[in-house]
């Protein structure tokens, strides 16, 4: 038994694979405020969609080259995997879609409704997308079976996510703009965590992860600019905020990425459940939002399916 543990890669321990998955989340939910403090240093207004667009793909193209630099110079494969030579069009189609949810259609839905929705209830609503990933994994692979406890902890997730429209219209009430695209973007994310083991079965997920974030940034570039984006307002503390993005997202793509790859899906998503309770907390201190009280109960039903979801997991 010794052997067979201390043969495990650290992302398989129990332990490490925890705390690396805490971080991640953990880091993705400080992006909500500095994505709204961003925009508001770079003066980009709710209205100005390409320039949104020109934001997240600068953000996520450098981090992609980042992510691929290191990968070349601690001498990983680029190439496709022996397995996934024989099929090189239909695995490179694959890698594209993976890169278009991932990163292109997630995040351009997500940098519009963020900017039309409060930064707290944006991260709370966003955690459908990890009991969505969770039902799916299920569906999907024999390594995460269908319990009543996965069940349970959906279902008071869930109830979480719809407390958020409970209330009057001074607390907010449902957009297709705003809640609309944060949903488009939650259900691209936990698409695009089913497909991250079809990845590394075909290239690195390390590199993977490089391309998805590389390309698919360049794909937000694209129409950003075409659509008449700029940075209207160009400052150091702008650039800082964009530098803790692309920090985030190197990192905790990296990290999310490849915990994917070696644990049971449900086992690592789940953890994103801690997200809005970062993003939510962060959004308030550093966007001086009011903490409505449906943000406690929604964070608290959020976490409390973590909790349901993982009790008695080893």
């Known amino acids: 038994m010794e052997k067979s543990i201390s043969q495990q890669s650290v992302f398989q321990r129990p332990l490490w694979a925890a705390l690396m998955a805490f971080t991640a989340a953990f880091l993705w939910g400080w992006a909500y405020p500095f994505i709204k403090l961003g925009f508001n240093e770079f003066e980009i207004t709710t209205d100005m969609t390409g320039s949104k667009m020109l934001f ?3 953000r996520f193209c450098i981090s ?3 992510i691929l630099s290191i990968a070349y110079f601690t001498h990983r494969s680029f190439s496709f995997k022996d397995e996934a030579k024989a099929h090189i069009v239909g695995n490179s189609l694959f890698l594209l879609a993976f890169t278009l949810l991932n990163t292109t259609l997630h995040y351009a839905a997500f940098y519009i409704g963020l900017s039309h929705s409060q930064g707290s209830r944006a991260a709370i609503l966003n955690s459908l997308s990890v009991f969505t990933l969770v039902i799916l994994a299920c569906v999907f692979f024999k390594s995460d079976k269908l319990t009543m406890r996965k069940i349970i902890g959906c279902t008071i997730g869930f109830g979480g996510i719809l407390s958020l429209n ?9 957009t297709i703009l705003g809640d609309g695209m944060i949903i488009l973007n939650a259900l691209c994310g936990a698409f695009a965590g089913l497909l991250t083991r079809g990845v590394n079965k075909r290239v690195d997920v390390f590199v993977g ?3 998805s974030l590389g390309v698919g940034g360049a794909l937000l570039i694209i129409p950003g600019l075409l659509l008449g ?4 307002h160009v400052t150091l503390l702008g650039l800082f ?3 803790m993005l692309i920090a985030i997202s190197t990192i905790g793509f990296t990290l999310y990425n490849k915990l994917l790859t070696c644990n049971p899906v449900g086992k690592i998503a789940i953890w994103n459940s801690l997200i809005p309770v970062v993003g939510a907390v962060t959004s308030c201190l550093c966007l001086a939002e009011e903490f409505q009280w449906k943000y406690a109960v929604a964070a608290t039903l959020t976490t409390a399916g973590i909790y349901i ?3 008695g997991k080893r």
């Open 166 to 174: 409970v209330g009057g219209a001074e607390s907010g009430s449902f």
């Open 229 to 232: 984006g700029t940075l209207p």
């Open 309 to 311: 979801i993982n009790k």
């Open 209 to 211: 992860t490089g391309y």
């Open 241 to 243: 905020y964009l530098l």
């Open 64 to 66: 992609g080259i980042i």
């Open 56 to 58: 997240a793909g600068i």
